[in-house]
Nanobody, 124 residues
Framework: VQLQASGGGLVQAGGSLRLSCAAS????????MGWFRQAPGKERAFVAA????????YYADSVKGRFAISRDNAKNTVYLQMNSLQPEDTAVYYC??????????????????WGQGTQVTVSS
């Protein structure tokens, strides 16, 4: 199984980025998908997640209203649209896949596969 995250970069505060995560060698539609992030010196934290068919989405309070997660099961890809970025959003962003119940979707331990991470840096 491979999860390939891309789309990170350097952006000014107030700007936008769109992350993508392409999955291979798994039945994509059978997995919930999530985005997590880890800032320097901090633990990995939940950002957003989406159910198998895309009908349900979940967000950390810190990104609600600014970020949007979506998926295209035909393309085996999950996206994270990030708007109104702030310096505190600076982190390495990881995508993850899990065969979990929705009640556990915010927990990193509920995800079985992880991408390599993509750096997002927001300057003030």
């Amino acid at each position: 199984v491979q999860l390939q995250a891309s789309g990170g970069g350097l952006v000014q505060a107030g700007g936008s980025l769109r992350l993508s995560c392409a999955a291979s060698d798994l039945t994509f539609s059978s997995y919930t998908m999530g985005w997590f992030r880890q800032a320097p010196g901090k633990e990995r934290a939940f950002v957003a997640a989406i159910s198998r068919n895309g009908g349900s989405t979940y967000y950390a309070d810190s990104v609600k209203g600014r970020f949007a997660i979506s998926r295209d099961n035909a393309k085996n890809t999950v996206y994270l649209q990030m708007n109104s970025l702030q310096p505190e959003d600076t982190a390495v962003y990881y995508c993850a896949a899990g065969r979990t119940v929705l009640s556990l979707i915010r927990q990193s331990r509920a995800h079985d596969y992880w991408g390599q991470g993509t750096q997002v840096t927001v300057s003030s």
